[in-house]
């Protein structure tokens, strides 16, 4: 085969893959998804791993941020208000970011009632902004703020007038949503990541490299119970050999196509 197939010969190639992938989904009872910062990059978010990742150019950040933000919560607030006031590049890029295809396709699948919940890592709130509304971020949303003892969240709209703020109902500390380095997961989180793993009897795992505990593991338990795994991701990660597809390209045209697929399947089941 030629080295550069053009993109027709890859849509054909993918074809069959699409519609074994939508007739996975359309028979499922209960499908999970796992989401990543590659479900996000044609909104222009880069994304963490691979050749232009944000870890790859830049290194991992600090894995003691957490720990730097409970030795001084009010320090740490005067560096978010900095931020705030004139965010980096990274910052400016999420807050100006808009849903693309994949996000509103996989928003459509739960509207037709085949996708349950989708477990997200991202931080970037375009799956909510494209109407997803069974959603766990489990890595938290840059557009909230949490309590770090009762969990109570608030939308993020402007610089507290105090550091560190405080939580009304249970005087915790409240910080951004976003999980840290060395943060725990919010406990609401995983629990309703358990519950819902623990009920889906299909995956489908879209932009992520599938590294990162425990959101990764969510995703698993349900292809180690034997129930099918699918994946939909530009390249092949840990997981491809153990997923019943594999579909590797742009998110936004495949999950585009496989919700039409999906939703022709269900059509003509219902004729
Ligand atoms: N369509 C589909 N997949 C894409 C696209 C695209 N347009 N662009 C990139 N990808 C794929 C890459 O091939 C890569 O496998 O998205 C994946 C992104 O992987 P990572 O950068 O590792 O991001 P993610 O899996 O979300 O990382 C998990 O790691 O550092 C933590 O908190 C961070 O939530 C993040 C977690």
């Known amino acids: 085969m030629t080295e550069s197939i053009d993109r027709d010969e890859q849509n054909d190639l993918h074809q069959e893959s699409i519609e074994r992938a939508a007739t996975l989904l359309a028979?499922?009872?209960?499908?999970?998804?796992?989401?990543?910062?590659?479900i996000s990059a044609e909104s222009g978010i880069p994304t963490?791993?691979?050749?232009?990742?944000?870890?790859?150019?830049?290194?991992?950040?600090?894995?003691?941020?957490?720990?730097?933000?409970?030795?001084?919560?009010?320090?740490?607030?005067?560096?978010?208000?900095?931020?705030?006031?004139?965010?980096?590049e990274l910052t400016a890029t999420i807050s100006q970011a808009q849903p693309n295809d994949a996000h509103f396709a996989m928003a459509e699948l739960e509207r037709i009632g085949v996708l349950?919940?989708?477990?997200?890592?991202?931080?970037?709130?375009?799956?909510?902004?494209?109407?997803a509304e069974s959603l766990t971020e489990i890595h938290g949303c840059t557009t909230l703020l949490r309590c770090i003892?009762?969990?109570?969240?608030?939308?993020?709209d402007?610089?507290?007038?105090?550091?560190?703020?405080?939580?009304?109902?249970?005087?915790?500390?409240?910080?951004?949503?976003?999980?840290?380095?060395?943060?725990?997961?919010?406990?609401?989180?995983?629990q309703r990541c358990y519950v819902e793993s623990s009920q889906a009897d299909c995956?489908?795992?879209?932009?992520?490299?599938?590294?990162?505990?425990?959101?990764?593991?969510?995703a698993f338990a349900v292809g180690q119970r034997?129930?099918?795994?699918?994946?939909?991701?530009?390249?092949?990660?840990?997981?491809?050999?153990?997923?019943?597809?594999?579909?590797?390209?742009?998110?936004?045209?495949?999950?585009s196509r496989i919700t039409a697929e999906v939703k022709r399947l269900l059509a003509n089941a219902a004729s």
């Open 48 to 88: 963490f791993r691979g050749k232009d990742g944000l870890w790859t150019k830049h290194g991992e950040p600090p894995l003691n941020q957490y720990e730097q933000f409970s030795d001084d919560p009010a320090a740490w607030w005067q560096k978010v208000a900095e931020r705030r006031r004139n965010p980096d």
């Open 116 to 131: 349950k919940h989708i477990i997200t890592q991202n931080v970037d709130g375009l799956h909510r902004a494209a109407g």
């Open 149 to 156: 003892e009762c969990n109570m969240r608030w939308p993020f």
């Open 27 to 38: 028979q499922s009872h209960y499908c999970i998804a796992l989401t990543g910062a590659g």
């Open 226 to 255: 034997g129930h099918p795994m699918i994946e939909v991701n530009l390249d092949p990660t840990v997981i491809t050999n153990y997923c019943a597809v594999a579909i590797h390209d742009r998110a936004g045209e495949l999950m």
């Open 203 to 218: 995956v489908i795992l879209v932009g992520t490299t599938a590294v990162v505990s425990p959101a990764a593991d969510f």
């Open 158 to 190: 402007e610089i507290p007038e105090v550091f560190p703020p405080r939580c009304d109902d249970c005087g915790g500390i409240i910080k951004t949503d976003t999980v840290m380095f060395g943060e725990p997961i919010p406990p609401d989180c995983l």
